[in-house]
């Protein structure tokens, strides 16, 4: 978990969004006219008509008076109907959370990543039930109860009743999470012994590409036969090199780089000698190749931290003489820094993959790294008020419930197999055509690159499929993507939360599905009667 | 009758249908009712359990969509909130919340109106006042009794000093005490120019300070008039008199004939709105279907039966 997810695309983001919701709309736009000129002919038009001026209406004079007065009556009720008693559940963990993590381990970072893995999932996992029934159960409750009637007849519209709920939500999840997660922090700073073990390593992540032992370019370096193909091997004592090419965009005095190997032997030697690594500085466009002074010993299982100063001095081969170059000048081409890493003891090999070597920047403070994940948690809760907000506007509590968890559970774990059926990565392209397709060839006994013969059925067959892929694409898209909102682990490893890979689409997630969902509830509550459903 | 001024209400072949989750019809629970109701009179709705009394009320609120028919209140749709500003309503039962004290309920549904904070603490506290519930403004609703609960209902409908106020069963649950609180208030609000409608099964109190009156009976419309004229009875009368002796009867019964008049009745006297009521309810079970008669009296033609009229 510390490789630089892809950055995210804010306006390719906007593009799919905007064409979600524009599908959405003129599903649910179609529906409407169908039924309401079928059900009563012309005039249904006009009451549809007149539905969206309303509609537009009522937005345009949203108040935020009222909207106010709403979620603080919210705030309210969930104090009263006591759903702070989820502290004494936070409280009591606590109280014996120490007993079972203590004394885990000696080695540095492991104690912070028991404790903080603990408290931010202690965090999320009591504050997101909680608010989840919440908020799935207020607003039926409110119908039930018709002490909504009487809100109603007041000049409120019902998107400020929509609006007012899941302000009122996210203020008690806003609170619950403060209180907690800054016990957690504190607490956490007392377990952990040594301070300096809280660390927020800002990484700068790099390609990685192989030679292999005839210095010949591949992309991946040798499998050992490990189960998780993560880690390619080079070699040790051949040309096998892993070639890693850095984005530089600041430039201190001295470069960190930190690198995490893994050492596969094939002879056992000297258990006590470690094995040994070449890290070298390489100008591709001049030829320039800089060996950094020392070779390094790796320790297995921890971190190798080498440091790269701004000016280097280097022995020239064929002149013998000292010659002096700058990183930053002579290395550095079109902002990208090359280092070759080799491994230089003989039929030993070294393994990596991408997460495992990084130009270390400036540290940020633990709080910080902390404090993100924290406030990814707190959008994560966001989310979920306002879908259970939304889907208790058409369905009871427990449905709704029910609904919004089935919804998280899916954009949690199924974005993956979604995008796999919908073809959308071209080197994992499914054979055999969609559903219907794959039918056909089932029945008919044909193998899946066999094309269909021509006609009419194909073609039906084909149009269906394309209809259901379709289909596949909107839920995919109305489904949040929820892995984006996983940052504990980054912090529990020690690293930043990453602005461009994580916090950026969580915040983007979050708020595209405000409009929508404001929407989906103002009119699940306008056009039926309110009546004890 | 002051058909002239404007009509506050106008209500034209409300109909309502209540349907089930499937559409399919459950209850026609008003049928094609047509009414005005003027500015500045207090409008009794009466009919006994089920008539559609509470129905109608929805209806004018938008709380309930109607299936036919077309409502003018305010000057505005029903499905308009903005008319929402100028009225106040009190429910059947006080849906309230019940985790709010009596300050925090008219407090919030004061914010739900643009009223300037310190207007909207001074109507809060005058309002707790005058529904006698000073001594229990800290408490939760939650532990108010039926009479308390009303009493904060009635103030939560009056916070935004509306125009138009829609009672239902405003005196339900209320002491002696306070029924007569309440008289005087709607009284009050009439003096101040004010239109009230209200429903109530207490035929006394409504013929006391209802200007005019509907009889609904299964959703229909009954009877509509002032309350004057639906009671005057100019051919008849009523002696009242201490309690008299079985002789005494047959005297009076025989100076009576000496006089050429009969006797109708002879009864302990009750009030005549209930009279009426009465007789509205038996001939419209007797006759079902028969549509709006003033004062009560069946028309001579023969009723039209309506296909759908459901006899009860
Ligand atoms: N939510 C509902 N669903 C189905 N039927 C309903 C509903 N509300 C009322 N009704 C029916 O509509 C009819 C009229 O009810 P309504 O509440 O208007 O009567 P009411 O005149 O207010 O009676 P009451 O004097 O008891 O308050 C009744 O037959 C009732 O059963
Ligand atoms: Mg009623």
């Given at each position: 978990m510390?490789?630089?997810?892809?950055?995210?695309?804010?306006?390719a983001g906007l593009l799919q969004w905007g064409k979600a919701m524009l599908s959405v709309i003129s599903i649910f736009l179609g529906v409407a006219l169908v039924a309401a000129v079928t059900a009563s002919g012309k005039k249904g038009l006009f009451t549809v008509l007149d539905g969206l001026i309303r509609t537009v209406r009522d937005f345009a004079s949203l108040s935020p008076r009222r909207v106010l007065a709403i979620s603080r009556l919210t705030f309210k009720e969930a104090v009263r109907r006591k759903a702070l008693l989820v502290f004494v559940v936070f409280a009591v963990l606590f109280m014996f959370a120490s007993w079972f993590l203590t004394g885990e381990s000696h080695r540095?970072?492991?104690?912070?990543?028991?404790?903080?893995?603990?408290?931010?999932?202690?965090?999320?996992?009591?504050?997101?039930?909680?608010?989840?029934?919440?908020?799935?159960?207020?607003?039926?409750?409110?119908?039930?109860?018709?002490?909504?009637?009487?809100?109603?007849?007041?000049?409120?519209?019902?998107?400020?009743?929509?609006?007012?709920?899941?302000?009122?939500?996210?203020?008690?999840?806003?609170?619950?999470?403060?209180?907690?997660?800054?016990?957690?922090?504190?607490?956490?700073?007392?377990?952990?012994?040594?301070?300096?073990?809280?660390?927020?390593?800002?990484?700068?992540?790099?390609?990685l590409s192989f030679l292999d032992r005839l210095g010949v370019p591949t992309e991946k370096g040798v499998n050992v036969g490990d189960i998780i193909e993560t880690r390619s091997f080079i070699e040790g004592?051949?040309?096998?090199?892993?070639?890693?090419?850095?984005?530089?965009?600041?430039q201190p005095d001295e470069l960190r780089l930190e690198s995490r190997f893994e050492a596969f032997r094939t002879w056992k030697g000297d258990m006590e000698q470690t094995l040994r690594v070449q890290f070298s500085l390489v100008n591709e466009a001049t030829g320039l190749k800089v060996p950094l002074p020392n070779t390094v010993n790796i320790a297995e299982f921890s971190t190798n931290e080498v440091i790269v100063n701004k000016t280097l001095t280097y022995k020239d081969n064929i002149t013998g003489?000292?010659?002096?170059?700058?990183?930053?000048?002579?290395?550095?081409?079109?902002?990208?820094?090359?280092?070759?890493?080799?491994?230089?003891?003989?039929?030993?090999?070294?393994?990596?993959?991408?997460?495992?070597?990084?130009?270390?920047?400036?540290?940020?403070?633990?709080?910080?790294?902390?404090f993100k994940a924290v406030a990814g948690i707190w959008l994560l809760i966001m989310l979920v008020v306002i879908?259970?907000?939304?889907?208790?506007?058409?369905?009871?509590?427990?449905?709704?419930?029910?609904?919004?968890?089935?919804?998280?559970?899916?954009?949690?774990?199924?974005?993956?197999?979604?995008?796999?059926?919908?073809?959308?990565?071209?080197?994992?392209?499914?054979?055999?055509?969609?559903?219907?397709?794959?039918?056909?060839?089932?029945?008919?006994?044909?193998?899946?690159?066999?094309?269909?013969?021509?006609?009419?059925?194909?073609?039906?067959?084909?149009?269906?499929?394309?209809?259901?892929?379709?289909?596949?694409?909107?839920?995919?898209?109305?489904?949040?993507?929820?892995?984006?909102?996983?940052?504990?682990?980054?912090?529990?490893?020690?690293?930043?939360?990453?602005?461009?890979?994580?916090?950026?689409?969580?915040?983007?997630?979050?708020?595209?599905?405000?409009?929508?969902?404001?929407?989906?509830?103002?009119?699940?509550?306008?056009?039926?009667?309110?009546?004890?459903? | 009758m002051s058909n002239e001024t404007e009509a506050v209400i106008q209500i034209r072949n409300l109909s309502k249908v209540y349907r089930d989750f499937w559409g399919r019809k459950k209850v026609q629970a008003l049928k094609s009712l047509s009414l005005d109701i003027h500015k500045g009179e207090?409008?009794?709705?009466?009919?006994?359990?089920?008539?559609?009394?509470?129905?109608?009320?929805?209806?004018?609120?938008?709380?309930?969509?109607?299936?036919?028919?077309?409502?003018?209140?305010?000057?505005?749709?029903?499905?308009?909130?903005?008319?929402?500003?100028?009225?106040?309503?009190?429910?059947?039962?006080?849906?309230?919340?019940?985790?709010?004290?009596?300050?925090?309920?008219?407090?919030?549904?004061?914010?739900?109106?643009?009223?300037p904070a310190a207007e909207r603490r001074k109507r809060t506290d005058d309002l707790i006042k005058m529904v006698d519930l000073d001594h229990a403004r800290r408490r939760q609703l939650k532990e108010y009794s039926k009479g308390m609960t009303r009493r904060i209902?009635?103030?939560?409908?009056?916070?935004?000093?509306?125009?138009?106020?829609?009672?239902?069963?405003?005196?339900?649950?209320?002491?002696?005490?306070?029924?007569?609180?309440?008289?005087?208030?709607?009284?009050?609000?009439?003096?101040?120019?004010?239109t009230v409608v209200m429903c109530s099964h207490l035929?006394?109190?409504?013929?006391?300070?209802?200007?005019?009156?509907?009889?609904?009976?299964?959703?229909?419309?009954?009877?509509?008039?002032?309350?004057?004229?639906?009671?005057?009875?100019?051919?008849?009368?009523?002696?009242l008199t201490s309690k008299l002796s079985p002789e005494a009867v047959n005297d009076v019964k025989a100076v009576l004939e000496k006089h050429n008049a009969t006797i109708e009745s002879i009864d302990h006297p009750t009030s005549s709105l209930e009279d009426l009521f009465h007789r509205t309810v038996e001939r419209s079970i007797e006759r079902p279907g028969e549509r709006f008669v003033p004062s009560g009296e069946p028309k001579n033609e023969p009723a039209e039966e309506t296909a759908e009229a459901e006899s009860t």
């Open positions: 510390t490789i630089q997810p892809a950055d995210f695309d804010l306006a540095p970072g492991a104690q912070m990543k028991v404790y903080v893995t603990f408290v931010l999932t202690a965090v999320s996992w009591l504050v997101l039930p909680v608010m989840l029934l919440l908020s799935c159960w207020g607003l039926p409750e409110d119908i039930r109860l018709r002490s909504l009637h009487t809100v109603v007849t007041k000049p409120v519209r019902r998107n400020e009743v929509v609006l007012g709920r899941i302000l009122g939500f996210s203020a008690v999840g806003t609170l619950i999470l403060v209180v907690m997660s800054v016990t957690g922090f504190v607490w956490v700073q007392r377990q952990v012994s040594d301070e300096t073990d809280l660390t927020c390593r800002v990484p700068v992540y790099g390609e004592g051949t040309n096998a090199t892993a070639i890693w090419k850095f984005p530089i965009a600041s003489k000292d010659v002096t170059v700058d990183v930053y000048q002579d290395l550095t081409t079109d902002g990208t820094l090359q280092i070759h890493v080799q491994c230089l003891d003989r039929n030993q090999y070294l393994g990596m993959s991408q997460g495992d070597f990084f130009i270390r920047l400036a540290d940020r403070s633990f709080a910080t790294g902390y879908l259970s907000v939304t889907a208790s506007c058409f369905v009871k509590g427990p449905v709704a419930s029910l609904l919004v968890f089935s919804l998280i559970i899916i954009g949690q774990f199924f974005h993956p197999f979604m995008a796999k059926i919908l073809n959308e990565n071209p080197e994992e392209k499914l054979k055999g055509g969609g559903t219907f397709e794959s039918i056909y060839r089932l029945v008919r006994h044909m193998n899946e690159t066999t094309a269909l013969p021509e006609g009419f059925l194909t073609n039906t067959i084909k149009a269906v499929d394309g209809a259901l892929v379709n289909c596949l694409w909107l839920v995919q898209h109305i489904i949040p993507d929820l892995s984006t909102f996983k940052m504990a682990p980054y912090v529990a490893s020690g690293f930043d939360i990453p602005w461009n890979g994580s916090m950026l689409p969580a915040i983007v997630i979050t708020l595209g599905y405000v409009i929508p969902c404001l929407l989906i509830g103002y009119f699940s509550l306008s056009l039926r009667e309110l009546e004890a459903k | 207090v409008f009794g709705l009466l009919g006994p359990n089920g008539s559609g009394k509470t129905t109608t009320m929805k209806l004018l609120l938008g709380l309930l969509f109607a299936t036919e028919g077309e409502i003018k209140i305010l000057g505005k749709p029903a499905s308009d909130v903005s008319k929402n500003e100028r009225i106040g309503y009190l429910p059947e039962e006080s849906y309230l919340y019940r985790f709010l004290n009596a300050e925090e309920t008219l407090d919030f549904y004061g914010r739900l109106f643009d009223i209902g009635l103030a939560q409908a009056l916070i935004n000093n509306p125009d138009l106020v829609l009672l239902d069963e405003p005196t339900s649950g209320l002491d002696p005490l306070g029924t007569r609180d309440m008289k005087n208030l709607i009284r009050k609000l009439r003096d101040e120019g004010k035929l006394a109190d409504v013929q006391d300070i209802c200007d005019r009156i509907a009889i609904l009976h299964a959703g229909e419309l009954k009877v509509l008039g002032s309350v004057e004229e639906l009671l005057k009875k100019e051919n008849s009368t009523q002696i």
